[in-house]
């Protein structure tokens, strides 16, 4: 009787299919052997330990290519690097081409990549980064509670990856939603490159899971009547819960086993003649070389997400005499996309906080909407990997949080963020010097150079609350990572010269479209943010001195508007005014483009030079010479040259 797909239902395992697991078995340890001798490289050992877990669980549960199936089970493979049993487990079952991912094992332009990405049919998420996984794992299980789906999460991890401590975070997040359908499984087979797991960290990996209230159990996990058994026994109890596998590194070949040079090292050919033939399996591996040598042409392999449709609330406007900071505007925003979107079979936002829901505004949403609020604790790390999961299944996912935590601290969780193709909405307050008597610890100047190397996130730094409630509707609405940032104080609501709001009722974002906030023709000061009405005060100050500025607002700095920088290289002097590292903001992707451009112009560079000291925003400015005042004059030195 075929069990594929029957989630572990059957009381045992059938004897029929236990034979098939165990053949089954035998050629995925030659896959794996030979796609990695092929390729020179690869994590053999590593994939033997794993191969009779991967082979259970894609035959038991119910996987599927397809995301729009929202009951489909999903599989994490934490320890990335056994790409090569994942391939072929999923290959022998069918999900794959199982010939295409042995010949073509990490060649150029192969979606067989080293590590596991999600592109590829049964994979749900790009790791390789060790310890995330446990995090994803969490986010897909969060989607399950939050849809109210029956279905599996199941979280593959190596033992040496337990050392990470966003594990731990994720242990603790993961009970205290009670994800009952989460489910871990650890493949320990006691080593790691330098040695033995016991000896380059110790650890308790069972009581660490104990004290954190996680249901353990512990089978081998190269016997399949002891895996079906296990895990059946975990899903029906429920979780959170973890299988402790006892595994073997490099298991079926008997020089392999227990040897940690394998964890990482493909064999020579020699060897692998040699372990094809304990395998008892036909030598294939000539036939494969032809096949890699003979050349293909590979289609384009991008992840696929989700998104919701979100409806837009009406939107509100600040007059000119508010008194009120950006962040308070997203606060409104959120709460107001949330009532819109709510009254449906479930409310598809959710949104993560780390103990600092009162400062970063997500505290009236909180109230409103308790069950589509997250509070992770001081747990970055976790949170941004689990906000990134959620984010690729149809729903709204915002993680609000500092700049210096939601951005500096957990830059390769955002960077794996970008490389699954996440839709994930970063909302940062606290940014710049602008946080003021916190000091430097807390005054992240470096965001917009971190965000510039994450090739598909969008940045937004809005000037005033309208525009903040303006681009808040509109990254909110659209897939993709959007990154939304702003500073602590309250910031003036920017007027036009008749005094209405410039951001109001007939203002639509877009995103790389720049604003012409004052004309001018002496020279272009670009600024953005909470250094905008600053600027603009520049221009006041200039003005009476016979100078005329015009006054860009650069909401969007990773993406310049053509149209204004063209006018502003033909005035031909230009100043950018930020409150960031000077080094790595604005005025360094103008002075790119300008290059690029080959525009013949002046320029200046105004922003932080180095960590600043705690006190008053404005007693801050003054202090580096960044006041309206100092940089006025600093400009018209420049401007007359």
């Not at 089954?24 to 330990?49: D, Q, Y």
């Not at 593959?156 to 337990?162: A, I, L, R, S």
């Not at 006041?540 to 053509?562: A, C, F, H, W, Y």
């Not at 230009?574 to 604005?586: F, R």
């Amino acid at each position: 009787m075929d069990q594929r797909g029957t989630r572990f239902r059957d009381n045992i395992l059938n004897v029929t299919t236990e034979k098939l697991l165990k053949e089954l078995s035998i050629k995925a340890r030659g896959a794996i052997l030979t796609m990695t001798t092929l390729a020179g490289s690869g994590h053999p050992g590593g994939s033997m330990s794993s191969i009779d877990i991967y082979l259970t669980l894609y035959y038991f549960l119910n996987i599927s290519s397809d995301i729009n199936r929202e009951d489909r089970d999903y599989v994490v493979i934490s320890h990335g690097h056994t790409s090569p049993g994942v391939y072929s487990a999923l290959g022998l079952l069918g999900y794959l081409e199982l010939d295409e991912a042995i010949a073509f094992f990490r060649k150029a332009g192969s979606p067989y990549e080293g590590h596991v990405e999600r592109h590829i049919n049964g994979v749900e998420w790009s790791t390789g980064n060790l310890g995330q996984g446990l995090s994803a794992g969490c986010g897909f299980a969060l989607v399950s509670k939050i849809k109210k789906i029956d279905n599996y999460v199941f979280v593959v991890m190596g033992d040496g990856e337990q050392q990470k401590g966003q594990i731990s975070e994720a242990r603790r997040f993961a009970k205290k939603y009670e994800l009952k359908n989460l489910f871990a499984i650890i493949d320990l087979n006691q080593l790691q490159i330098s040695g033995k797991i016991s000896e380059v960290m110790k650890q308790n990996i069972k009581e660490n899971y104990i004290s954190d209230g996680w249901l353990v159990y512990e089978a081998d996990g190269h016997d399949y009547n002891q895996l079906y058994n296990t895990i059946r026994n975990m899903v029906i109890n429920g979780g959170p819960a973890v299988l402790i596998a006892n595994t073997v590194m490099g298991k079926g070949v008997s020089f392999m086993e227990h040897v940690k040079d394998y964890h990482g090292k493909a064999l020579t050919r020699e060897q692998y003649d040699k372990a094809i033939v304990e395998l008892g399996l036909e030598n294939k591996i000539d036939y494969y070389f032809e096949l890699r040598n003979r050349g293909k042409i590979f289609r384009a392999h991008n992840s696929k997400s989700l998104y919701p449709v979100i409806k837009s609330p009406k939107v509100r406007v600040y007059e000119v005499n508010k008194k009120i900071d950006n962040r308070s505007a997203f606060g409104d925003a959120l709460l107001d996309i949330a009532n819109v979107n709510s009254g449906g079979a479930y409310l598809p936002i959710a949104v993560f906080d780390c103990d600092l829901a009162s400062s970063v505004k997500t505290d009236s949403f909180a109230k409103h909407f308790p069950e589509n609020f997250f509070q992770s604790g001081i747990q970055e790390h976790n949170t941004a990997t689990v906000a990134g999961a959620v984010s690729v299944e149809g729903i709204l996912s915002v993680f609000a949080d500092f700049g210096v935590f939601g951005i500096d601290e957990v830059y390769n969780q955002q960077r794996l963020n970008d490389i699954n193709g996440c839709n994930l909405k970063v909302v940062c307050t606290h940014l710049g010097v602008d946080v003021g008597e916190d000091g430097k610890t807390h005054q992240a100047i470096d965001y917009i150079g971190l965000l510039r190397n994450l090739y598909n996130f969008h940045c937004i730094i809005p000037a005033d609350a309208n525009q903040t409630y303006k681009a808040i509707l509109y990254s909110f609405l659209r897939p993709g990572n959007y990154f939304i940032g702003m500073g602590r104080s309250v910031t003036p609501i920017i007027a036009k010269k008749d005094g209405t709001p410039y951001f109001g009722e007939d203002y639509e974002f877009e995103y790389g479209k720049s604003d012409i906030v004052r004309e001018g023709s002496d020279g272009v000061i670009f600024s953005y943010g909470v250094m905008l009405h600053r600027a603009i005060k520049i221009s006041e100050i200039l003005l009476q001195r016979g100078i005329s500025l015009m006054v860009v607002n650069v909401s969007t700095p990773l993406k310049l508007d053509n149209k204004i920088m063209e006018k502003a290289s033909e005035i031909g002097k230009i100043v950018v005014y930020e409150d960031h590292n000077v080094n790595t903001g604005l005025g360094s992707i103008i002075a790119d483009y300008c290059m690029e451009k080959g525009y013949n112009l002046k320029m200046m560079k105004l922003g932080i030079g180095n960590y600043c000291y705690s006190g008053k925003p404005d007693e801050l400015f003054a202090l580096i010479g960044l006041s309206p005042e100092d940089a006025a004059v600093r400009i018209e030195s420049f401007l007359k040259k």
